[in-house]
């Protein structure tokens, strides 16, 4: 049976009484922020127009997050342990915000919300009102870096934090709603990967609030047996607290005081031995420590109303939202609002000024080691700019373009190797993966660290050890929500996934750059380093997966979001991907979404036109077409990412053998946000800009990596709008060859010959030749194809024929 | 310690013999689907030209599957037990086709594939080859409805499959790489929603094949005793069977056949105690059943080459795609190969012409028992129509437009409980959703059904109970998971969500989305029903939960995918929403998204109205606008989505009055995809009716809903598109009201007036003053807004002013 902790600790009486002091504080402006707009203090009977015009917030789960906020602060002042919190369950920003206007962090941050009866007010109205604050705890809430709006990423974001943050514990606050999520089922897994050594700590704080909005959960309806089975499975060692509405409130905070400084002592136990101890063995079996884990069962609502019209609600799903409606009408309810309010005896609380009074504040630690001040909390002030190699070493020559050709990802994996060393005392950058780091050709990086695993080495594995900062898990929910932990805490990182599977973290993605945005209006926030995606293994080249791993959608859905923080490069070789690497590397406040293939592909560009090209965002490549100088082009060729890029070149070999009296001009696109018009996205072209490089009323065919259609709507508003066609991926998928797939979505180098032979007026009869040449060498292929499995050599190569 | 199996069972030795003997064929197979392009049964000795000129496929998890696919044969065949198996580890193709092929269900299926040499040949030729068979079980695999592409879904899956087939037992092999995914970590705790009495069971087979492409898996190093511990926190009694690369194979065999023999035996006596005994008590501890499951440990690569070049490959992850390599040019490994494959001594396995020799076929059940020809597992052959209710009861009086208001859902709620009432007995309709119905104001489902819940039940609950086709669960994967094998195994749901969180499962969508698309490519898939989404809690009420709740991109989303399958509809009011529920649970293999509101909303048609409106899929409101009639209107408004709709309809009359000259057009779109060029989906208008409508020159002033840009985008090659103005959600989200909202995004009455101003030619200055009145009216309601925290009644209406 699991151990309960209620009435084994030494508490003493006074101490516990400050405790319950201050969380009876934290239960009193919680409740108050879902209600009064006037008589903070309750200095005056309450009256109807006290009372918000519309009730909306959250009060179920604030006196459990309100009890943990209490006992963090107990522990950290007692022992002076650094200490983050994550606040997992939906709609807990009331808790939050009282416990850091209690300490104080609050009104330091938002100096127009003192710590007296005013701030108090300033709080409550400011809460759920138009241009307020959410309910949930946004970038607004000092010490958080979890929104907790959409659910199940608190325990993920809990591990990404203590990464590298040796002296931390980080204290994950998991609500039984949000533990049913898939994301979080499989976070408690991440302990496999916690580093004793270099990491800091987590403790989970499993919150049995028993209801959500209308139903039990899952695991507060599990009999405590079988509970403590799974947890014990998922490798932690469980202490169970539970109170019911009737335990008293000391015996509560004895049995939290008494898990919380057990849970301490074992971290501590497990940290010292780890790292003055002998190394782990490398057993199989493992002897990896099972971290201590706290179970806070108490009843949703806590310490509310018990009965509503008959109706219980303390301990229901009832208590879930606002638990007594209709106060501002009905005198009776009012009046039942008024008595829960006083229940907490706010006058022993806050003088008359509304100040807390000191025994409120006993448990409350001093500096930044309060949650609300936690400078692990606001990244960016920990933030500093990475040792970036230079890249000399890594470019590949180009003597001249589309003379050789590398896997760009594996190029950029050598210079990841140097950042890995550069940053090995600092352990601030990581990179993480589904399983795929080597697989997507970034397996240079092993030359400089491992892949971090905590679990049983057997003598088969490879590039696997125990303090490796490459980590790799099957789940793009966990690689996505360890770099947002690690990201927010002031660190930096690269995500690596197939592009296809992207999608499975795109609602992640969303919240992210939905928090970023936001963040940049908070005034105390800091910048944090851009978060970074890899995108490879891509759309194009999924010879034998097929359809199922064809999605180039991720980047349709990054650019619908906030264009201050969004960014999308396709590099078209390996030169060009090291500098947009060294550049997302640098950025802040964004999200980066790099796309670059992992097979090998022409180098198009030297180190030197590389860095300008990129530079500038995208260019004329003026080798590649055959346009006379002092007047625009025939016709444009566009292009945007490896595959189309290649076809491109392709086209205007041909066409410059085919058609060699028409003027082409060929254009690469890297970051794709350039096409947008100034006033959508910051890196947009002026027009002026944009029209010497597009013109105004040539034809512009433009191979795009992927959905055609987003390059129409980024480049809406240009004056060659009407002249633009885009080919790209038109979900037109198959398990089939890397030529057939240009084939089948149309994006070949013969159907832009096609293109452009039909979109170029006063072509005459010359074109008609080159149309039916392309359109045999399309149909030659298709027979050597279907017949021989394999592309035909002789049409997927580049031959140099410019200048 | 968890029990072996080991040594337990009595299997016969000439059963053990004739089950190696199938396995052995299955491992032959699945391996030369990888190789061989000739001399299928390797009559001659092997020789470059008989191997492909790419190999691409992943031998390391067939073995596994090949033994699973073995015993279920023989449980089948024992007991007549109806099963279904769902292939969960990726890339396992090979096997599973393997298996269909041996039964004869490939070759009954697929004609010019017999069950002879010929018939092998062409199996192995057609896997992995352009436009051939993707090395997941992908739609063309027999007996399977998972693709096993993306990961982490087989169990899910086998939930939904279960579900109300209480004869049926689906066997869900669980790769232990997809088990580190989130949706499968969260699916193991689907068994607290499986009934006994009415679902069938799912038993799963957790498959440790120990590595994935390069590390080892979380599950299968934890120690077994963490690992039992989980699995018995889950709410399973696990069965392991383990072998390594030394265990004789009958000694595999039998403890195989024990593990299932006992599982079976198991499963039977729970349904038994459950269907005859008293029922479930409602004991928070609960009784619920623990239901058998198997843990099959075995080497990765299992039986295939151990060593290469001196490196480990079987039992490593080196086994996981193609073990021997370079087999075309290399002599050497040419004959590994060639010992490899003949080490499953073919020659016992097959006749001279290819054909199975008996022995191999004992274990195989007869006609629809077999894997690869359960109907199940192509569920339109067991589809059938729904029983509908009639609308009349549920419709909504519309004396007048405007006059009244309701809120859909909860209009359509009362539907959906005939629904249920009429699908008491046959038991083919559910509703999933993650612990919102009554939240999203579809409670009145309650009245016909409850919410399913197998663990404890306690007298605080409502309409929760032991058989209740309502699931609800705060995973938006399971959620989507379930629906997904319930409707791909013949049956009807509908899945509804907060629409930003609908993003949770977007990849999952996509993924079903390919799934219908290549089904419908394949001759002996049977459409199966709609897989439906009802997006509701939409981006434009979110007063308290604010930005993190606003997201409309999953319309984008699926309108990326396959337009065969994809349709969008965004019923203005309650009475379009019940016509367009009942038509999407029509229609078959399509992915139908439904975006309506919860919140109260003016109806605009009568239910006659609304059927017509609903058959055309857009239409001029007449009564709305001030056209005259034979002439083009100055302007269009027009309008999809219910929020939209409102703010068009007040704009319209504020024009009416205002503007009274002007000749207004009202155009409602419930059907975006009618939007499109017929080209590019079928819904798509005519050119000729589409300008009918929106004219071809008229300034149209769009409402929408979601993201702008897709209006435009599906409008793009209307004669009008240069004239059209869409506004829309912009990312501009907040904490805040209703009518902030529309005003943040630029999609206001006032702001839709402006523009009608600033587009329609030739108003002259009498429009100054009408865009005066506007502009003055959002100022005012801004500085209301801000005084007062709520909306200023008198903006938020609509007066009928119209004919």
Chains 1, 2 share one sequence.
């Not at 897994?189 to 987590?202: F, I, K, R, S, T």
Request: hydrophobic share 40%; charged share 20%; net charge negative.
């Amino acid at each position: 049976m699991p151990e309960h902790q209620l009435e084994h600790q030494p508490l003493p009486e006074h101490e516990a009484a400050q405790l319950d002091a201050h969380w009876r504080a934290m239960n009193y402006l919680s409740a108050c922020q879902l209600y009064l707009r006037a008589n903070p203090l309750l200095s005056e009977p309450l009256r109807p127009e006290h009372i918000k015009p519309r009730l909306l917030g959250h009060w179920g789960t604030c006196p459990g997050l309100g009890l943990v906020y209490t006992h963090l602060n107990r522990l950290i002042g007692r022992y002076g342990q650094r200490t983050m919190a994550i606040w997992g369950p939906g709609h807990g920003a009331p808790a939050a915000l009282a416990g850091a206007w209690l300490e104080g962090s609050y009104s330091e941050l938002t100096p127009d919300a003192p710590r007296d009866a005013e701030g108090m007010l300033r709080l409550f109205r400011d809460f759920s009102q138009p241009g307020g604050i959410p309910s949930h705890t946004a970038p607004d809430v000092p010490g958080s870096i979890q929104e907790g709006g959409e659910l199940g990423y608190s325990l993920a974001h809990a591990y990404g934090a203590a990464f590298d943050n040796p002296d931390l514990l980080v204290c994950a606050v998991v609500g039984d709603g949000e533990a049913e999520t898939g994301p979080l089922a499989a976070s408690w897994h991440a302990n496999m990967w916690l580093d004793p050594v270099h990491d800091g700590a987590v403790l989970p704080v499993l919150h049995l609030n028993g209801y959500k909005i209308a139903n039990p959960t899952v695991l507060a309806r599990m009999p405590e047996e079988e509970l403590a089975s799974l947890l014990r499975g998922y490798g932690y060692d469980p202490l169970f607290v539970t109170a019911g509405p009737d335990t008293p409130p000391l015996t509560a905070h004895r049995a939290m005081a008494g898990a919380f400084d057990h849970a301490l002592v074992r971290i501590g136990a497990i940290q010292d031995k780890a790292r003055s101890g002998p190394p782990l063995t490398d057993a199989a079996s493992g002897d990896r420590p099972h971290w201590p884990m706290v179970v806070l069962r108490t009843p949703k609502g806590w310490s509310g109303p018990r009965e509503v019209d008959g109706q219980p609600v303390e301990g229901t799903w009832r208590a879930h939202q606002v638990p007594l409606a209709g106060v501002k009408e009905d005198p009776e309810r009012l009046r039942q609002l008024e008595r829960w309010l006083r229940s907490y005896r706010p006058q022993e609380l806050f003088d008359g000024a509304g100040r807390p009074l000191p025994a409120v504040l006993e448990c409350v630690p001093e500096g930044e080691l309060r949650l609300g001040s936690m400078p692990e909390a606001n990244g960016g002030r920990l933030l500093r700019q990475l040792p970036l190699p230079e890249l000399e070493p890594y470019a590949v020559p180009v003597e001249r373009p589309g003379a050789g050709s590398h896997e760009p990802t594996r190029v950029l994996g050598g210079m990841l190797a140097e950042l890995m060393s550069a940053t090995e005392e600092r352990r601030d950058f990581r990179l993480f993966g589904p399983d795929e780091t080597d697989s997507n050709h970034l397996g240079g990086v092993f030359e400089a660290t491992e892949r971090g695993w905590q679990a049983g080495l057997e003598p088969t594995d490879e590039h696997l050890g125990r303090h490796g900062r490459v980590l790799e898990v099957l789940s793009e929910h966990l690689c996505q929500g360890w770099l947002e932990g690690y990201v927010l805490t002031g660190r930096n990182g690269l995500f690596a996934s197939y592009e296809a599977f992207a999608n499975l973290v795109s609602s992640m993605a969303a919240q992210h750059i939905k928090w970023v945005h936001s963040a940049r209006e908070v005034p105390w926030r800091r910048p944090i380093a851009g978060l970074n995606y890899l995108l490879t293994s891509h759309a194009w080249r999924q010879d034998h997966n097929g359809f199922s791993h064809q999605d180039p959608g991720f980047i349709d859905h990054v650019l619908s979001k906030s264009p201050d923080v969004v960014r999308v490069y396709l590099p078209p070789d390996a030169n060009t991907l090291l500098c947009v690497a060294d550049h997302v590397l640098r950025t802040r406040d964004t999200v980066n979404v790099v796309v670059a293939g992992k097979q090998s592909c022409f180098d198009w560009l030297d180190l030197e036109q590389a860095r300008a090209h990129c530079a500038r965002g995208l260019g004329v490549w003026e080798w590649a077409g055959t346009e006379r100088t002092g007047a625009d082009p025939d016709v444009v060729l566009a292009c945007a990412g490896d595959v189309p890029t290649q076809e491109t070149l392709a086209a205007a070999s041909l066409l410059r053998e085919w058609l060699p009296d028409v003027a082409v001009r060929v254009v690469n696109v890297v970051d794709i946000s350039r096409m947008t018009h100034p006033t959508e996205h910051p890196h947009g072209l002026s027009d002026t800009e944009f029209d010497a490089v597009f013109t105004r009323d040539r034809p512009v065919i433009f191979a795009y990596h992927g959905y055609p259609w987003l390059v129409h709507r980024l480049a809406y508003r240009r004056a060659v709008h009407e002249q633009l066609a885009v080919r790209g991926y038109r979900e037109l998928g198959s398990t089939t060859t890397p030529f057939d797939m240009v084939v089948r979505n149309r994006m070949d180098r013969y159907s832009l010959v096609e293109d452009v032979v039909d979109r170029t007026p006063g072509l005459g009869s010359r074109a008609v030749g080159a149309r039916q040449a392309a359109a045999d060498m399309r149909e030659r292929h298709h027979r050597y194809v279907h017949e021989h499995g394999v592309d035909m050599p002789e049409v997927t190569g580049w031959r140099w024929t410019g200048r």
